[in-house]
């Protein structure tokens, strides 16, 4: 069965800071990896995905992961965090079982200081 | 803005009671999907919908129950509601069968009393 892992629970870091999001996956074949954000009150929105092809993907929002087979990461990353970035994030995996669902890991609460 | 629209917005109700939550696919989407976000469970899938069939079967309890109506909308149904089902229900739609890339919608949020 496909499962999710973010290993941080709350991350903090000052406006203007670099930022790194873990996430790692477990899957037998080449996955399908996504990452989501979850404002306040809000629902999910897709930041960016993962499918095939070139390992460095950018989304949305000046965010970009880099898929390691290696070692079965799909860490996030933005060079310079901004306040409005303080939200949850997401990390999904689909690819397994019928149908077409994401599993998602338990997610990232992102706080930054001004 | 995704495109997914659910209502209501917020449900509140007693333990069990029955309710209707309701979501409407971006425009062109034909799969539609279920999903519960709890603290104690995070986020898990509930069920799929493919141009009205049934797709994709999660941990959807028996007690809960979905269909996707021929303008491709679509309703889950919750009876017998319990405190634990006190969740924020959210519905996402994809354009075709073999999508992955999941659109959602606001969510609703329902609270068991």
């Known amino acids: 069965a496909q499962s999710v892992t973010q290993p941080d629970i709350h991350i903090t870091v000052s406006e203007g800071a670099s930022l790194e999001l873990r996430c790692n996956y477990s899957?037998?074949?080449?996955?399908?990896l996504f990452w989501y954000v979850q404002s306040p009150g809000q629902g999910l929105q897709l930041l960016l995905k993962?499918?095939?092809?070139?390992?460095l993907v950018q989304g949305i929002k000046g965010f970009e992961a880099e898929f390691k087979r290696s070692q079965s990461s799909f860490n996030l990353r933005k060079p310079s965090v901004h306040w409005s970035d303080a939200a949850e994030y997401f990390c999904?995996?689909?690819?397994?079982?019928?149908?077409?669902?994401?599993?998602f890991g338990t997610g990232t609460q992102l706080k930054v200081e001004l | 803005d995704s495109g997914v629209t659910q209502t209501p917005k917020h449900l509140i109700t007693a333990t069990g009671q029955r309710v209707t939550l309701r979501c409407s696919p971006r425009?062109?989407?034909?799969?539609v999907y279920w999903y519960q976000q709890s603290l104690d469970q995070g986020l898990q899938f509930l069920i799929q919908?493919?141009?009205?069939?049934?797709?994709a079967k999660g941990n959807i309890l028996e007690r809960f129950s979905a269909q996707q109506f021929p303008d491709l909308h679509s309703e889950l149904n919750l009876s017998s509601l319990e405190l634990g089902d006190s969740a924020l229900y959210f519905c996402?739609?994809?354009?075709?069968?073999?999508?992955?890339?999941?659109?959602f919608g606001p969510g609703t949020r329902l609270t068991v009393t």
């Open positions: 996402a739609s994809s354009p075709l069968l073999s999508s992955y890339e999941q659109y």
């Open positions: 899957y037998g074949a080449t996955p399908y």
């Open positions: 993962y499918f095939s092809g070139d390992t």
């Open positions: 999904a995996v689909g690819g397994a079982g019928g149908g077409n669902k994401l599993t």
């Open positions: 425009s062109g989407d034909l799969s």
């Open positions: 919908y493919y141009n009205g069939e049934e797709r």
